[in-house]
């Protein structure tokens, strides 16, 4: 269904959900990063969300205007944007700059970044073989995208394995460990061996 109400009230519904289960383990802090194709949408949904948990101590939502934002856990700080502003090479700096409170209280600092809806890493700007990019003490991860493959996404050959992806850190020790969802798989779209 490609009618806006009936997606917008659906992607409240996962959201909520997906919320809805997460505190009941630990505290869920949401931080919205709006995406180029889809501003106003983000923020929108920002907003209801922030409605509806406004008097629930265990979520909090970051709906801000920033298109940057920043997060920190224990000794680690992360950025979220979508990617599509800003240099690879700028990110490093433009988080000391931003961030220069959090930049100095935490040692593990890394970027996440969406946009080309692939996953991508990087060794002196040049795609490698390598779990991400690394420079001036901050690692820069490009996620992969859920989106389907559409006719748009496939004339611009973003044609990456659809997944999701979760990253475990720890409070002290930082990055641990790395989880991905390939969802083609588990709805019965990839190919079977």
Not at 180 to 187: A, K, L, T, V
């Amino acid at each position: 269904d490609i009618r806006y109400v009936k997606i917008y009230r659906r992607v409240v519904e996962i959201h909520r959900q997906a919320i809805d289960i997460l505190r009941e383990y630990a505290p869920v802090d949401v931080v919205m990063v709006p995406g180029n194709h889809a501003e106003e949408p983000a923020f929108h949904l920002g907003e209801v969300l922030s409605a509806v948990y406004e008097k629930d101590e265990r979520v909090t939502v970051d709906n801000s205007a920033m298109l940057r934002k920043y997060y920190s856990f224990g000794a680690n700080l992360f950025g979220f944007t979508h990617g599509h502003v800003e240099k690879i090479s700028e990110l490093p700096l433009l988080m000391a700059r931003e961030a220069p409170q959090l930049w100095a209280a935490c040692d593990s600092r890394e970027w996440h970044i969406g946009h080309l809806h692939k996953s991508e890493n990087w060794e002196h700007r040049a795609p490698v073989v390598q779990d991400l990019h690394s420079d001036k003490g901050v690692r820069i991860r490009r996620l992969t995208s859920m989106s389907a493959h559409d006719a748009w996404h496939t004339k611009h050959a973003y044609m990456d394995r659809r997944a999701c992806e979760a990253f475990i850190f720890h409070r002290v020790a930082g990055f641990t460990d790395h989880i991905n969802f390939n969802i083609d798989h588990f709805s019965g779209r990839g190919k079977q061996v």
